[in-house]
């Protein structure tokens, strides 16, 4: 099934011509530098979208004014699930963290694609239930665990969730696209303070190096008792 759009993409992998034919119908492609939206909070939910190259992160305002980082959007991934939640208007904003491509269906397209194969079908729902499972794992963590834990849950989770794009330097793993002190803050829910204070003494002692705007993971045994994988 050679396609210049799907062929790197595992949702799509042993999929038919004609169900790629019909998948691909009335897509269009969006490309963003680094820090360009291609949503924001509020918006009009006419679009869903799957992210073939880059990283995306989603973040919302809360009522009080504060700023969460949701998620953080992989390659292969799809994403802007308004639709299956029968939403007018998009929950969150989304923005490019590096040099990103997706592909862009329009919303009346949402039935068509989901129904176009079972491995389709089944890579969207995937999706959905790690957008909940994360965000019923925040939930906990946030209630009953103390700042630095969460910290340490959240890097082991970003780690995992990179698999292969996570870089070995040879001094430890790096995550393939860059974050900042900040973003831990807004992702693990303590403020900036807190966050540059704890992932400061962790370079001192070694649990993690020193990049700029990059997380590198020197020692993963030590970030995972952090974590509390010993309790």
């Given amino acids: 099934m050679p396609n210049d759009q799907t062929s790197d993409l595992g949702a799509f992998?042993?999929?038919?011509?004609?169900?790629?034919?019909?998948?691909l119908s009335g897509t269009s492609t969006v490309r963003l530098a680094p820090?360009?939206?291609?949503?924001?909070q509020g918006d009009p939910a006419d679009r869903?979208?799957?992210?073939?190259?880059?990283?995306?992160?989603?973040?919302?305002?809360?009522?009080?004014g504060q700023k969460l980082i949701v998620r953080i959007v992989h390659?292969?991934?799809?994403?802007?699930?308004?639709?299956?939640?029968?939403?007018?208007?998009?929950?969150?904003?989304?923005?490019?963290?590096?040099?990103?491509?997706?592909?862009v269906w329009p919303r009346n397209r949402w039935k068509?694609?989901?129904?176009?194969a079972p491995s389709v079908t089944l890579s969207i729902v995937q999706a959905i239930g790690r957008k909940l499972d994360e965000a019923h794992v925040r939930l906990r963590e946030m209630t009953t665990e103390?700042?630095?834990?969460?910290?340490?849950?959240?890097?082991?989770?970003?780690?995992?969730?990179?698999?292969?794009?996570?870089i070995d330097t040879g001094g430890g793993i790096e995550l393939p696209y860059p974050l900042t002190r900040q973003d831990i803050a807004d992702m693990s829910g303590n403020t900036l303070h807190t966050v540059s204070r704890i992932?400061?003494?962790w370079e001192t002692q070694g649990v993690l190096g020193r990049g700029r705007r990059k997380v590198v993971i020197a020692d993963l045994d030590a970030l995972k008792q952090l974590a509390g994988f010993d309790d």
């Fill in 146 to 166: 103390e700042a630095a834990r969460r910290v340490a849950n959240l890097l082991l989770r970003l780690w995992s969730e990179a698999g292969e794009s996570a």
């Fill in 75 to 103: 390659p292969g991934e799809f994403f802007g699930f308004a639709p299956a939640l029968q939403r007018d208007e998009y929950p969150g904003s989304c923005e490019a963290i590096v040099d990103s491509v997706a592909l």
């Fill in 48 to 64: 869903f979208f799957l992210l073939k190259q880059g990283w995306l992160k989603v973040t919302q305002v809360t009522a009080d």
């Fill in 35 to 40: 820090g360009d939206p291609l949503f924001l």
């Fill in 112 to 116: 068509a694609v989901l129904g176009a």
């Fill in 199 to 201: 992932m400061a003494a």
């Fill in 13 to 23: 992998e042993g999929l038919s011509p004609e169900e790629v034919r019909t998948i």
